[in-house]
């Protein structure tokens, strides 16, 4: 298929790796932060492998960047999460939460620091360039704000780290899980993180001149070939085995860092205010009456990922919903990420979940389902 055959319009932004991944096999897009995602490399299934036994790379532009920079850089961006950055070190990333004055979650980003007062929000799927823009307004601080000309690609996977070696040399595997460095490939202006939606281990390599993205990707591609790297769209089986947040599906402006079980990235001790502060005292004080639980559900393997809310029930009376359901086919069951009530919300508790093809039973479960202390991803 030509890159020319998928198109919504213009108003729909075509990252600098569109062309590529047409050209190595992408068969399907959507939209996410008004720009073309590649979905659809074939099977997901071999996806799933591919990414679990060697490494993909994704085209994740649309992770756009928030730029942030000016004296009072540090202190605004402080002021947008609940999570302490007074410790947050020059070359450092942090995964935070945007918060809104309810204390409703805006989005969760990767928080970089590329300099004492230059940083980058590189975000999930919403507004944040606007919000930003729009707290800057009135909060009489020496800020910029806007969004760069930086696109990132995702490599993820076991042999990540040796397709980094034969790209950078040997000085790159010094690179600490949550940590980045700015870097140049032949010529090509880059920023890598070891950070990515994955769960497993990898890097995200944040192109810093569009112009390049072409030669980035072949470049890639002609290294990691002989290690098995694929091309590939980020895994909903993996993201959902590891427990891992997709923004508007599994968190929204109406859900609290709380139900979601992130108080680690909510510090309502410090001295320094932020927005949502006084909200997430009270929710704090008077406690939630929802949580997000993962589930196990009983059913024929499911053909793909759920497209709506499906109704999670007790008793004959609706008490939660799932959020984001798989088959995984390395724990040989669907596995599901849930929102429901707190009396429910217990492991091991048995539940109903509303299917298309009707009701089926549901127990309960730990998440994340695999690796739960992030060893893959850290190591």
Known sequence: MHADEFGFGTQIRKSPYFDATVRWGAKGFSVYNHMYIPRDFGDPEQ???????????????????????????????????????????????????????????????????????????????????LWAQGVAVHSGMDVRIGEPDVSPLQLQGPKSGRIMQALFGDEIMDLK????????????????????????????????????????????????????????????????????????????????????????????????????????????????????????IDADPLTGPNTRFWPINVAGQEVGKVTSAVYSPRLERNIALAMIAVDHARIGMQVEVVLPSGPCMATVAERPFFDPKKSLAAA
């Open 47 to 129: 996806n799933f492998w591919n990414l679990v036994n060697d490494a993909i790379l994704c085209d994740v532009a649309v992770e756009r960047q928030v730029e942030i920079t000016g004296l009072d850089a540090a202190r605004f961006v402080q002021m947008l999460t609940p999570r302490d950055l007074s410790k947050m070190a020059v070359g450092q990333c942090k995964y935070v939460l945007i918060t809104n004055a309810e204390g409703g979650i805006l989005n969760d980003p990767i928080l970089l620091r590329l300099a004492e007062n230059h940083f980058w929000l590189s975000l999930a799927d919403s507004d944040v360039l």
């Open 177 to 296: 899980y949550y940590w980045l460095r700015e870097l140049d490939l032949d010529g090509i202006p880059l920023i890598v993180s070891r950070t990515g939606w994955s769960s497993e281990l990898g890097y995200e390599l944040y192109l810093r001149d569009g112009s390049m993205g072409d030669a980035l990707w072949e470049r890639i591609m002609a290294v990691g070939v002989e290690y098995g790297l694929k091309p590939g769209h980020t895994s909903s089986i993996r993201r959902i085995e590891g427990g891992m947040l997709s923004y508007h599906a599994d968190a929204d402006i109406h859900t609290n860092p709380f139900e979601l079980g992130l108080d680690r990235l909510v510090n309502l001790d410090m001295e320094a205010d932020f927005i949502g502060k006084a909200a997430l005292k009270r929710i704090r004080d008077t406690g939630i009456t929802r949580k997000q639980v993962g589930l196990i």
